[in-house]
């Protein structure tokens, strides 16, 4: 499964002047589905190189589509929902990732890993604590691109009650029991505040999502430190014998209203940097030229738009055309996607991606915007 550290691992490569092929595949049918699948692509992108004048460099792909062909074809009946592949034979570059979410079947060549689809799924499904508790127990789970593991060494299990005689447990009308049980409860609460602490400061999530009854969880809500108020991406209502599975499904609906309302929220702030003294870059070279001064604080993309451009081999600046470098004026390689490099770029140099879904007044910008750490 893919983690965090592999994609910023594969944002960083560059394998100039040989081109990188990225294949990405659904799973959810036959083996001899996958592999005619994967003959379709391979013969579409075939076609296409040798449309645009490039189909000398196909031949260099030759060991590498071989391995992709074997991996498809040796892959167990249920590996996953989707596959990712990335290879370059003379960058010694040949990896797999098997993805819990479905992807849509697609082959890119590039002078890098074609990453735009797995930076999607992990901006869409972030690495996230889920937290599922009732009034005496509370789970914890970590959650990332549609897939919950629990974390059972973190369970907390409440306080017994007092007991009255007979086995009743604080009894309508005992003040003394009432308040002891009472005080119990809120141990119980501040322990769960405090290991949901803990867990999102030593693992690094990015968001925390809470699960149960309306009721309880408000209850754990009045306990949160600040730091974890600011990163509640939502809540859900589950049973606390809730499986995996079941707690993926809900932190996945909790993050799309979460990404939904905190990209509203961004997109306005972009608006109010447009014109002069703002702290916007808007349309491709601008931004590209943000990027590679290190200025950029988010990088907003059209999720499917792409561009074509130029990447120079030799100090890495992008620009909307190729063409000579205008820092080193080496003559900059052809790409078919200038936007997948923009992408990889703002991970490796620390930006906030967002690529957002359907119409906004990121179409009127050129499909492509940046909020800058400065003008």
């Known amino acids: 499964m893919l983690q965090d550290r592999q994609l910023h691992q594969l944002a960083s490569i560059r394998t100039t002047p040989h081109a990188t092929l990225s294949l990405y595949l659904a799973l959810d049918?036959?083996?001899?589905?996958?592999?005619?699948?994967?003959?379709?692509?391979?013969?579409?992108?075939?076609?296409?190189?040798?449309?645009?004048?490039?189909?000398?460099?196909?031949?260099?792909?030759s060991?590498?589509?071989?391995?992709?062909?074997?991996l498809v074809e040796e892959l167990p009946a249920s590996p996953g929902r989707g596959l990712a592949v990335f290879a370059c034979g003379p960058a010694g570059l040949f990896e797999s990732l098997s993805l819990e979410?479905?992807?849509?079947?697609?082959?890119?060549?590039?002078?890098?890993?074609?990453?735009?689809?797995?930076?999607?799924?992990?901006?869409d499904l972030s690495h996230t604590l889920a937290v599922l508790l009732d009034g005496k127990r509370a789970r914890f789970f970590s959650c990332f691109l549609g897939t919950a593991e629990e974390l059972p060494e973190a369970e907390i299990i409440g306080e017994a009650g007092p007991t009255l005689e007979g086995g009743s447990?604080?009894?309508?009308?005992?003040?003394?029991?009432?308040?002891?049980?009472?005080?119990?409860?809120?141990?119980?609460?501040?322990?769960?505040?405090?290991?949901?602490?803990?867990?999102?400061e030593s693992s690094g999530y990015k968001h925390l999502v809470l699960g149960g009854s309306h009721a309880v969880v408000d209850e754990l809500s009045e306990q949160l430190h600040p730091y974890l108020e600011q990163r509640l991406a939502g809540e859900f209502s589950l049973d606390i014998t809730a499986g995996p599975t079941q707690v993926a499904q809900e932190v996945a609906l909790a993050l799309q209203e979460s990404r939904r309302k905190n990209q509203e929220k961004l997109l306005a702030n972009l608006a109010d940097n447009l014109g002069p003294g703002g702290q916007a870059a808007t349309g491709l070279n601008?931004?590209?030229?943000?990027?590679?001064?290190?200025?950029?604080?988010?990088?907003?993309?059209?999720?499917?738009?792409?561009?074509?451009?130029?990447?120079?081999?030799?100090?890495?600046?992008?620009?909307?055309?190729?063409?000579?470098?205008?820092?080193c004026n080496q003559a900059m390689t052809q790409v078919d996607d200038v936007v997948n490099l923009a992408v990889a770029g703002?991970?490796?140099g620390g930006a906030r991606l967002e690529q957002i879904d359907g119409d906004s007044p990121l179409d009127e910008l050129g499909g492509v915007a940046a909020l800058l750490r400065y003008a």
């Not at 060991?63 to 074997?70: N, P, V």
């Open 346 to 348: 703002a991970l490796v």
């Open 63 to 70: 060991d590498d589509l071989q391995k992709m062909e074997r």
């Open 29 to 61: 049918q036959s083996r001899d589905q996958r592999l005619l699948a994967l003959g379709d692509l391979i013969k579409r992108k075939e076609q296409q190189l040798s449309g645009n004048g490039t189909a000398a460099m196909w031949s260099a792909f």
């Open 169 to 200: 447990q604080g009894r309508t009308g005992d003040s003394h029991l009432s308040r002891k049980s009472g005080q119990a409860r809120m141990r119980y609460l501040k322990d769960v505040a405090i290991q949901a602490r803990g867990l999102m």
């Open 101 to 123: 979410v479905p992807v849509s079947n697609l082959l890119e060549t590039g002078p890098a890993p074609y990453i735009r689809p797995l930076a999607a799924l992990a901006g």
């Open 286 to 327: 601008q931004v590209l030229g943000a990027l590679y001064e290190g200025r950029v604080h988010t990088l907003f993309v059209r999720r499917g738009h792409t561009a074509s451009g130029g990447c120079c081999p030799s100090c890495g600046r992008l620009r909307h055309v190729a063409g000579r470098c205008p820092i």
